[in-house]
């Protein structure tokens, strides 16, 4: 039992060092410009070419496009999207979202055109510094919406199946599933046994 836990510590700490190591390689290319085979997606430009906006009897109608956390307005604009939204619809980097605005002041989003989806399969580490988790997918971290990962009950170690734009380079990453950790279902069948 003591050698598997080390097992799973030694484990832990190698996704938290890939982790550490592909931020590092970000940041690195936002100061250098360089940013290897693909360049990160500007989706202010992106909304301007496809977004607008109109006043109609409803009230105001705005089509923009999501950047994993916020919709952006053809204006450049940025607009709240609530986290359970985006989380129960796997929103993913470069959706086109249409918001609505009515006479009352409620904000009423709809996914008008979903970007084509790769699906990935990482691991679920957990960003002590920010209170947030991420996914080690390949070479690759990508930031998940907190919402997300509470929603499936998700852990540091956790196995995590993400979608990402498929034509272009994300930051976010939309969570389609997490697959429990071994140990951690052990322990929970354990506790409930206990309980028994």
Sequence with gaps: MA???KIEELQSLIYKLEGEL?????????????????????????????????????????????????????DGKEYSVPANYASKSKLVEGDILKLTIDKNGSFIYKQIAPAERNRLIGHLIKNKDAND?????????????????????????????ILVPKDSDSTWAAVENVIKNKHYLNESNDDLSLNL
């Design 3 to 5: 050698k598997n836990k």
């Design 22 to 74: 592909s931020r590092t390689k970000e940041m690195l290319g936002d100061l250098t410009g360089e940013y290897g085979l693909v360049r990160p997606v500007d989706h202010g430009q992106r909304a301007a070419q496809v977004g607008k906006e109109v006043t109609n009897e409803n009230g105001l109608i705005i089509e923009g496009v999501f950047n994993g956390q916020i919709m952006i307005g053809p």
């Design 133 to 161: 988790y991420l996914v080690l997918a390949g070479d690759k971290v990508y930031k998940v919406l907190l919402a997300s990962v509470t929603y499936f009950k998700g852990a540091e170690g956790d196995e995590v199946v």
